[in-house]
């Protein structure tokens, strides 16, 4: 269907919210004892609820573009619109009692089918990014699967040899996953109202972390239900863990200490060991940096990925540059000027230059340094502005002019200013002399 056509998103909401009603009733019909009386109302709501799906898939395949297609990729869709006494009913008939195994896997398609419609629904990831929102459908959809094949199944398992143990996995992978949808939930509402993008994407990880960390601690408690073998069990494991996860426990480690530190953040130029890039990307166990080359080459990208584990940053010396951490940096450009220039009119149009070039870039560091408390040193070095440095030779002079900048503007900056200063320089050959050879 052309995206034009697709229904609105109140009602991608409301169909979203049906489909989680009726896996619901479903669960609660086959997980509960329930008198005649309330299995009749489940059914009654249930059979509205097909009626609205059977509506639905037919609206959206009379508005698909090309109707055989449609047919093709969302034929299961067919079976939410199935009602659960239909069934009920197959299961009354004697010549279909001995196909019950089957018709239980029937009615877990018919889970797998509303929950397709869930995972097909804009109304889940609508909330917030695209990326949070099927993350959250995934791990929403996971959840439910389980949880319906548990509901299903659990007699049936559990007669089977080792069925304890299939059922304490199942629900340890429900739990997981619904710790995971959980996150999910919390990042898509609460993430968009962080602006600092280095925030949030710490507290992203951080949501995920703790709610992983809660249902493991969750399925631990399930699973080894005596402490003697908990802790029998933690004792071994945690020395073979000890040895042979020392690198990723130490990574992660230090992905704690670069969040809460706020070392670097996606998006700083950072200088780790011998190794320069912009940060892509702070993981758990590594950070995903584009390569830049070194003052030689401007500080250009060179094209390579480089992926480096975060224990670098305890062991190796961390340069940042960026605005967040390091709001300025300083250019510098130098001219060889022969000894009869006027040194004190060199030193006024290498300052003016410079000064009418930075000057709007000025007043957005300073006032970037006011609204997040930089250094106080780096305020002094954006107010102090240009500065020229003569330093005599046995030649010529080299006159060098030192200039606060904004980090990103570095290099573009050597450029603009050695051009203009350049035809500032030969617009007064009275003033200003160069050496007469070339070489310099």
Not at 342 to 352: A, D, S, T
């Amino acid at each position: 269907m052309p995206d034009g056509d697709r229904p609105s998103p109140l009602l991608e909401y409301i169909m979203a919210s049906v489909a989680l009603i009726s896996i619901a009733l479903l669960v609660i019909e086959y997980a509960f004892p329930l008198s005649e009386a309330a299995i009749g109302e489940i059914y009654a709501v249930d059979l509205a609820i097909c009626i609205a799906f059977a509506a639905d898939f037919l609206y959206e395949l009379y508005k698909s573009a090309s109707r055989s297609s449609y047919l093709k990729g969302h034929w299961i869709d067919l079976a939410a619109s199935v009602p659960a006494y239909f069934f009920v009913f197959l299961e009354s008939i004697t010549a279909f009692g001995i196909v019950l195994r089957s018709l239980r896997l029937v009615r877990f398609l018919r889970f797998l089918a509303v929950m397709a419609r869930i995972r097909r629904s804009k109304g889940i990831g609508a909330v917030g990014h695209a990326k949070p929102g099927t993350k959250l459908g995934g791990a929403l959809t996971i959840s439910i699967a389980i949880t319906a094949f548990y509901a299903l199944f659990r007699e049936s398992i559990s007669s089977v040899p080792y069925g304890t143990y299939i059922l304490e996995t199942l629900a340890s992978v429900a739990i997981v996953a619904g710790a995971l949808a959980l996150a999910e939930l919390i990042i898509i509402i609460a993430s968009p109202r962080i602006d600092a993008l280095e925030t949030r994407h710490s507290f992203e990880q951080a949501i995920r972390v703790f709610f992983v960390g809660l249902a493991a601690v969750a399925v631990v408690s399930f699973v080894f239900k005596e402490l003697l073998i908990l802790a029998f069990s933690l004792g071994v494991f945690g020395l073979i863990l000890s040895y042979s996860l020392s690198p990723m426990i130490s990574n992660f480690i230090s992905w704690i200490y670069i969040a809460l530190k706020k070392v670097y953040v996606v998006g700083d130029s950072v200088k780790i060991g011998g190794t320069r890039g912009i940060v892509t990307k702070v993981g758990y166990f590594t950070t995903t940096l584009l390569e830049i080359g070194d003052e030689s080459s401007y500080w250009s990208v060179t094209g390579r990925i480089l992926t480096i584990p975060n224990s670098m940053v305890l062991s190796e010396i961390v340069a940042t540059y960026g605005t967040r951490k390091s709001p300025v940096r300083v250019g510098s450009i130098t001219f060889d000027l022969a000894y009869e220039s006027n040194l004190e009119e060199v030193r006024l149009i290498m300052i003016k230059s410079v000064q009418d070039y930075m000057r709007s870039d000025i007043d957005s560091m300073i006032k970037h340094c006011e609204e997040n408390n930089c250094e106080e040193r780096f305020i002094e070095v954006i107010k102090a502005g240009p500065r020229v440095i003569f330093e005599p030779s046995s030649t010529w002079i080299q006159a060098t002019v030192l200039y606060p900048c904004l980090p990103s503007k570095i290099v573009r900056s050597v450029s603009d200013l050695t051009e203009i200063i350049l035809r500032e320089f030969n617009a007064r050959p009275e003033v200003v002399k160069f050496p007469a050879t070339r070489s310099r």
